[in-house]
């Protein structure tokens, strides 16, 4: 792989991380800050509050995978990344500096909506531009291992996230700092981070994919009309995400809160586990995606609906019943070694599904339709359950999706191509 081309993965994966970011500190600091919305003695209560408010945020994400996913396919992948993050990082700066319930009332709940709905409106676009963009600079060789960038620097953000939490709580503030004013630190970075990030974008290189196809009709490139063409890609699309993204978003964004609200560990053990857990899944990434240009994507996939189908109870029963810190890291280890038969390579499957002029919107659509009903809905559905007395129905419903999304894989073709050479989008036929 030439170093230009290597220098564009690595800008786009380092944007993508930044974008993350900005996403996850808001569940991962929600422990902290959901009091000075929606003031209540209950936790679970104020929890809940904000959980509907990070789901509502995912609500926005089908429009923005549907207008940046356009955008990519008409204008070209390097415009709509750069507008994705600069959106991203106006929705972390009205956070930082959103006022108190106890300062404006009800003005306070409703801007940090409003922040939500710009941040889920770009993180939306984010996913399938940025699938898009690192399978199309890959070498076909390799195609698999330098998609998996895309989810190693999503976690590497949630890390990232995790990290300055640990940083603020261990060193630099008290808890009634972090509850008063020290939660909006983490949103103030990333608002400066994404300036970062917009200038390595502004400079990236446009794939050759896409500028190959720039005599193709307007009215082909990021059309819903010849979208539809393509039935069997998109629902493959919806099944895969199904119940990988129920899967990812309970045992990463949600296991924070998990541990202390079931579990009853403290916060700050909590965030311990969550860190050394995520750094373990953030190396088994590049791993999955290497493999998978070795046997197939097909195989992962398998992997991944068998043991997530059969795995997620148990798991999710014992971590809830123990009193370890160490137990609960490994049982989270294992839990995310299953994840990522789906995390390492579900960008690279949704890329070969497609064909370039509809690429971005073919992945980007229906990715976040599919994750604004599962993913988004995962911490509030977990917290009903919880409030209703009946928490484990949560790890069933976990593993009946991850159980539907396994049928797909049965059906499914291999979309890795048998040649190397062969283009991008022609391994599997919608």
């Not at 600079?137 to 999503?154: D, I, K, N, V």
């Not at 953000?157 to 983490?186: D, F, N, T, Y």
């Not at 990715?367 to 509030?380: I, K, Q, S």
Request: hydrophobic share 50%.
């Amino acid at each position: 792989m030439s170093n230009r081309r290597l220098r564009a993965i690595l800008s786009g994966s380092v944007g993508n991380l930044v974008e993350w970011y900005d996403w996850y500190v808001f569940s991962a600091f929600s422990l902290y800050f959901s009091g000075s919305f929606f003031p209540s003695d209950d936790a679970t209560a104020q929890l809940l509050h904000t959980a509907g408010i990070f789901a509502l945020g995912f609500l926005m994400r089908p429009i923005g995978g549907w207008m940046f996913g356009r955008i990519a396919d008409k204008v070209g992948r390097k415009q709509s990344m750069t507008l994705s993050v600069l959106l991203m990082s106006l929705g972390s700066l009205l956070i930082a500096l959103t006022p108190t319930y106890q300062t404006v009332g009800l003005v306070a709940p409703v801007m940090l909506l409003t922040a939500r709905l710009l941040q889920g409106l770009s993180v939306g676009g984010e996913y399938g531009v940025s699938a898009t963009y690192l399978a199309e600079m890959a070498t076909p060789q390799r195609r698999g291992f330098y998609s998996s960038f895309l989810y190693l620097t999503l976690i590497v953000a949630q890390l990232l996230a995790l990290g300055i939490q640990l940083v603020l709580q261990k060193w630099l503030l008290s808890e009634v700092q972090l509850l008063a004013w020290g939660w909006r630190i983490p949103f103030a970075i990333g608002a400066a981070l994404s300036v970062v990030a917009l200038l390595l974008r502004s400079n990236l290189d446009e794939t050759s994919d896409f500028e190959a196809q720039r005599h193709t009709p307007e009215e082909r490139r990021g059309s819903l009309r010849v979208l539809r063409q393509h039935p069997r890609a998109v629902l493959t699309v919806v099944g895969l995400t199904m119940g990988g993204t129920l899967a990812f978003y309970t045992f990463t964004a949600y296991m924070p809160k998990f541990l202390v609200n079931t579990t009853h560990m403290s916060k700050s053990a909590a965030a311990n586990i969550c860190f050394l857990s995520l750094l373990g899944f953030a190396a088994l990434q590049p791993v999955f995606g290497a493999l998978s240009d070795r046997i197939g994507r097909r195989p992962l996939l398998l992997f991944f609906g068998v043991f997530g189908a059969l795995g997620t109870v148990p798991l999710l029963m014992a971590l809830s019943h123990t009193s370890s810190p160490w137990a609960a890291l490994g049982l989270l280890l294992v839990a995310l070694t299953i994840v990522s038969g789906y995390s390492g390579i579900n960008a690279v499957v949704k890329a070969e599904l497609f064909p370039v002029e509809i690429r971005a919107l073919g992945i980007g659509l229906p990715h976040a339709l599919t994750v604004a009903v599962f993913g988004g809905t995962a911490e509030y559905i977990a917290l009903w359950c919880k409030g209703a007395g009946h928490e484990a129905y949560f790890y069933y419903y976990i593993a009946g999706c991850i159980g539907i999304s396994l049928l797909l894989f049965l059906t499914m073709a291999e979309t890795r191509p048998t040649r190397p050479t062969r283009p991008l989008g022609q391994a599997a036929r919608p």
